[in-house]
């Protein structure tokens, strides 16, 4: 088993190395919140300000012909972007952020007059017999919940939620992710008790980026090991790959990280620590 897990580590390194496409979310936007107008997700702080839903800024509403509810509250919508600026000093271009906010709407709940715009797309997958079989054979698993949108674990609940099967184009990823969020919850206290989950950290920063790293690396291991790590490495590479950049690009945290990967894997597999040595 050893031998699978340094095997998928060199090979997200090498992905790394040659560059990777930007990290995408696997699952449909069913459930995401998305901007009315154009069904896109909102990205970055925003998926933490916003519950599931189609939001829209009153002038958006107004334009469509539909009215805000007398007493509804706006959500804060965070927007930033690099932007080219001349230099007055030096007359040279430079690359500045950009940071704007909205006040933005939910159209179903907050407002009269206008209609959803949201396709639903499903997809009919059969389960990954391996996969399942990893799932099930996690002998101390937190609670599982499957609703559109979201996935996460939430330590204090001993919880994880993710968006079910159906939300999948392909179904490896849905796996991925579930391993993901498992792993993640090997770092309970009551379970391998990591710095990343057990201390309270803020989003970004160095334990944080850190314990992403570990969760996603060991989600490819496991993928390996169901068989199914063809489908899902590039991606995983490159969620890595976002992460390593606020780390510096450091490469050598992808060994580290791979180290407590593995004992996440090994926990979830039902692996004796004690049968390495």
Known sequence: MAKVYEMVTTKIIQILERGVIPWRRPWTTRGAAVNWVTQKPYRGISTM?????????????????GTVKKGAKSHLVVFWKWIEVQNEETEEKEKVPFLRYYNVFEINTQCEGLKSKRKVELFEHDPIAEAEKIKEGYRDSPKMFFKPGQ??????????????LEDYKNPAEYYSTMFHEMVHS???YSRLNRPGIEKAVAFGNETYSKEELV??????MLCSVAGIDNSTIENSAAYIGSWLRKLKDDKKL??????QAQKAADYILGIDFSDLE
Not at 151 to 164: E, F, K
């Open 186 to 188: 090997t770092g309970h």
């Open 49 to 65: 300000l916003l519950e599931p839903g189609e939001y829209a800024t009153f002038n958006q509403i107004k334009e469509a012909g």
């Open 254 to 259: 992808i060994v580290q990280a791979a180290a």
């Open 215 to 220: 969760a996603e690396i060991g989600a490819a």
């Open 151 to 164: 996935a996460y674990y939430v330590p204090s609940l001993d919880r994880i939620q993710i968006p079910p």
